[in-house]
Structures are given as C-alpha cells and as structure tokens.
Nanobody, 123 residues
Framework: QVQLVESGGGLVQAGGSLRLSCAAS??????MAWFRQAPGKEREFVAA???????YSADSVKGRFTSSRDNGKTTMYLQMNSLKPEDTAVYYCAADASLRVGLRVQQDDYTYWGQGIQVTVSS
C-alpha cells in the first residue's frame, strides 16, 4: 500500500527557514511534487523532483525553495528559506503513479497525496 507522509512543518518568523520531508512507502516514483494551499485559495504547484535528480520550482518560490530527493529516491525534501507570510499554507506531497518524465504542475497529474502539513510564517 502506498503512503506519503509529510513532516517538518510548523511556525516560523518571516525570513526564517524550514525543511519539509515526504517519506514514500510502498513503491518508488519517477515524479514527486510539492503543492500548497493557503486559506481561501486553490491548491498550487510549488516544486517537483525526478528520480534522475532534476528539480523544478515555481516562479513564486524560485531562489528561496529547493526540492530534492534522498539517494534511495523514497524521501523528498523541500528546503524553504527566506520565508514570507504569504508562504503560509498547508503543504502537500504528491506522487505521479505513471512512468512519464516531464513537468507536471496540475493536481490531476498526481495519483497519491500526503495528508498535508501546516506551515505558518509570522510577520
């Protein structure tokens, strides 16, 4: 059974850093991604990683957030630096069940989802 479990969220002051983790069990994935959903807003793509090592970040977080995978490819990380109050959201880990290799930024492209973890940035 596939499970994605996020950890590492919490409360941080503006300008601070947090590191989120997503542990996948049950299988490995070529494409994994981070999404986030702020109160009253739609869920949005944040970053993606591929098992070959490539990564991509949305323009809104580029230069501040970096996604990565461990060598076993089962754990994904999101290093978040220079956090802003507008980064406050529930962050979700997602995995694409297919073998496609390409940038996927739509929620529908991802089959498996974690339960979400709260990140709150105070001003």
């Amino acid at each position: 059974q596939v499970q994605l479990v996020e950890s590492g969220g919490g409360l941080v002051q503006a300008g601070g850093s947090l590191r989120l983790s997503c542990a996948a069990s049950g299988r490995t994935f070529i494409t994994m991604a981070w999404f986030r959903q702020a109160p009253g807003k739609e869920r949005e793509f944040v970053a993606a990683t591929w098992s070959g090592g490539s990564t991509y970040s949305a323009d809104s977080v580029k230069g501040r957030f970096t996604s990565s995978r461990d060598n076993g490819k089962t754990t994904m990380y999101l290093q978040m630096n220079s956090l802003k109050p507008e980064d406050t959201a529930v962050y979700y880990c997602a995995a694409d069940a297919s073998l496609r290799v390409g940038l996927r930024v739509q929620q529908d492209d991802y089959t498996y989802w974690g339960q979400g973890i709260q990140v709150t940035v105070s001003s």
